[in-house]
């Protein structure tokens, strides 16, 4: 089970630096510069299996963190 943790913790984090930056409209409020702060981002292809996956991957996470807890 330890194994299949440390799979699924690597994984995670090449998924998550594989993901585009999203938090450019958070320093642009900082800023000022808010054009696009409202603007709606929606994911397709590539950078939808990125996201979906990411969260597959937190999930399987936390559920064999708290097999393991207890």
Do not use: Y
């Not at 330890?2 to 699924?8: E, K, S, V």
């Not at 090449?14 to 696009?36: C, M």
């Amino acid at each position: 089970m330890q194994i299949l943790l440390i799979i699924i913790s690597i994984m995670l984090i090449a998924i998550v630096l594989l993901q585009a930056g999203k938090a450019e409209s958070a320093s642009n409020a900082l800023t000022g510069a808010n054009d696009s702060l409202f603007q709606n981002r929606k994911e397709r292809g590539g950078e939808l299996f990125i996201t979906r996956l990411t969260c597959i991957l937190g999930l399987a996470f936390f559920i064999i963190c708290l097999v393991i807890g207890f």
